[in-house]
Each structure stands twice: as C-alpha cells, then as structure tokens.
C-alpha cells in the first residue's frame, strides 16, 4: 500500500512538470493566457524598408510597456516595402504623428515595435497608418560599413606612409 502511494505522488509530480512545461511554451511563443479571453484591440499599419528579423506576435512597447503586437508582415507589392499590421490594445490611444521604429532588446536580443507618442491632438483609428517610421539597424550591415571604412582607412595611411618614405636624390 505505501508503494502505490509513493507511486502515485511520482505521477502526480511528473503530470504537473509536463503541464508546467506546456504552459511556458506557449507563453514564450507569444500565446495567450489559457483562462482570459485576447484583449479588444484595433489595427494601424506601418511601412518599414527594412524590417530586419522582426515576427509576427513580436511585441508593441511605448515607454518599455507593451501596448500591443505585431499581427502580420507582407510585402508591398508597389513600393517593397515591408508592411507591418500592428494590432494594440485599445486602452492605450496614440496621435497620429506617433513614431514607429524597430528596436532591439539588447544587443542581439529579440526585434520588437517601439512607439513614441506625438503631439498632435487626434488619436490614430482602426486601420490608420503611421507614416514616421524607422527601419531596423541591421548588424551584419553595420559589420559591413565598418570593415569597409577600416579597409579603405588602411589603405589611405599605407598610401601615404609609401609617399612619405620615397627616398629623394640628392
């Protein structure tokens, strides 16, 4: 009898670690809570040149706190850009000269939307655009431009290092 009991905690234990586990995978992929229902939320949209590895259900920050997510990325068949679909909550209001940029959490971290509020006194509404925007700083072309300019800087101060040790005849 106290084999069957100590058997059973040992069950109960591992049932509850892989609902633990369950439970986390889908907060960290960007799910909902399982109990509450999706906040209401209206949709604005945002054209970006680059978006670098911005996903979709990245998150939407005003001031660190997140406002919202990002509901979709297509391709704008006219101009190529990237189109970003940004769902928020509709307790927060923007103006609409609210700024979007890509940012990074850290220096390799996640890609997520941040907001600056505006100035203007008319809040933006369901399928409004948001028109001052800001691509994502992409750092492999960062990497690229500094190479770039360490090369060409090398070669402009061996270029003059050979100028200046010509041996003049006398």
Do not use: C
């Not at 971290?109 to 700083?137: C, F, R």
């Amino acid at each position: 009898m106290k084999k069957n009991g100590l058997e059973m905690m040992v069950g109960l234990f591992v049932a509850l670690g892989l609902a633990a586990v369950v439970f986390l995978s889908f907060r960290v992929a960007g799910g909902g809570s399982f109990l509450g229902g999706a906040q209401p939320t209206y949709t604005v949209y945002a054209s970006f040149s680059d978006i670098g590895g911005l996903k979709v259900k990245a998150p939407v920050k005003a001031a660190g706190v997140v406002v919202g997510r990002v509901g979709k990325i297509e391709l704008d068949s006219q101009s190529y850009w990237a189109r970003v679909t940004l769902n928020l909550d509709q307790q927060y209001h923007f103006s609409t000269d609210v700024s979007a940029q890509i940012l990074t959490s850290g220096l390799l971290g996640e890609q997520y939307i941040g907001l600056m509020q505006g100035g203007d006194p008319d809040d933006l509404a369901n399928g409004d655009t948001i028109t001052i925007t800001s691509s994502a700083l992409v750092l492999e072309q960062l990497i690229g431009k500094f190479m770039t300019n360490f090369a060409e800087g090398n070669a402009h101060s061996k270029a003059a290092s050979d100028a200046s040790e010509t041996p003049s005849t006398p």
